[in-house]
């Protein structure tokens, strides 16, 4: 077997965006952290409330159209090399770690490294849109479970399949796809779904920026509308009627990002170059 690493690797989950959420075991870990390495959809004030002054924050998001998003090789280097070096290191990821993240690809590269880990699940977006809208999503009478879907090509998805969903017989709930709902909606139509059936596009849930857009199948192609604010997640079915008897969090006027858009970080390339040098010759 090969030699233990001295660092010990915590997935994280930060739950959907409110400093609030984040679970109690999340922030005894964050507590003790020696490095952080974040996603964009982490929101600062975690960070900026949970993380020691003296931790090292690695900002290493993805963002859609964004030239500065960090590619999955480069951050599971990342994560080694810093592992190699210190003690607390906490892969910290937006909502729960096992939904839609790319944790699959940093547990094969922690076993294949034999380093030491933990997974902290948080609280998921789809669990926060849903308690800060005010949507129960198995609502008896509305709905027979919650089918938890992306959406990026129709042909991805059998024709049968589509039929299926389009019973609306469970609440969808789809992740990363606001930019296609047209293209969705379209496609829930012809497979027959109903055109009263409504839905809503919860944009940054949870957080101080939440805000609640209302359609039907049938109308959405009809209305005027802006691009949605990432992060945004899409409840369709007729639990999401209940939203105007329910709701509890007023609509943000400012819609604005709360989440800090993606750049490139000079002084953090230079850094991790700086590590990735010292891990070398402590290797030698």
Excluded: C
């Excluded at 660092?7 to 959420?21: E, I, Q, T």
């Excluded at 900026?48 to 090292?56: C, E, H, Q």
């Excluded at 047209?182 to 409504?198: F, K, N, S």
């Excluded at 857009?213 to 192609?221: D, K, P, Q």
């Amino acid at each position: 077997m090969s030699e233990q690493k001295n660092g010990k690797v915590y997935f994280v989950g930060a739950g959907p965006g409110n400093p609030d959420l984040l679970t109690v075991k999340a922030a005894r870990i964050l507590a003790m952290a020696d490095v952080v390495i974040t996603d964009r959809l982490v929101g600062d004030a975690i960070i900026n409330t949970y993380v020691p002054a003296n931790a090292i924050v690695i900002p290493v998001g993805k963002q859609g159209r964004s030239n500065a998003s960090t590619p999955q090789p480069e951050i599971n280097d990342i994560i080694v090399q810093f592992a190699g070096m210190y003690k607390n290191v906490v892969r910290l990821k937006g909502g729960d770690v096992s939904l839609y993240s790319n944790v699959l690809d940093e547990l094969l590269t922690v076993k294949a490294n034999n380093i030491s880990y933990e997974i902290i699940p948080g609280i998921t977006a789809l669990s926060g849109a849903s308690a800060y809208t005010g949507v129960p999503l198995t609502a008896r009478g509305y709905s027979t479970g919650v089918r938890v879907l992306t959406y990026y090509q129709h042909e991805a998805i059998s024709p049968a399949a589509w039929q299926q969903l389009a019973r609306f017989d469970d609440t969808l709930v789809f992740y990363m796809t606001g930019a296609a709902l047209p293209q969705l909606v379209h496609q829930l139509l012809q497979a027959g779904a109903a055109a009263d059936i409504p839905f809503l596009v919860i944009e940054q849930a949870t957080t101080p920026q939440q805000y609640v857009h209302e359609f039907t199948l049938g109308n959405y192609n009809n209305e005027l509308h802006a691009d949605f604010v990432s992060p945004s997640l899409v409840i369709m079915g007729r639990v999401t009627a209940l939203y105007k008897q329910f709701a509890w969090l007023p609509n943000s006027e400012a819609r604005q990002p709360y989440f800090t858009p993606l750049q490139d970080y000079p002084e953090l390339i230079s850094l991790i170059q700086h590590t990735q040098s010292l891990s070398h010759v402590s290797r030698a």
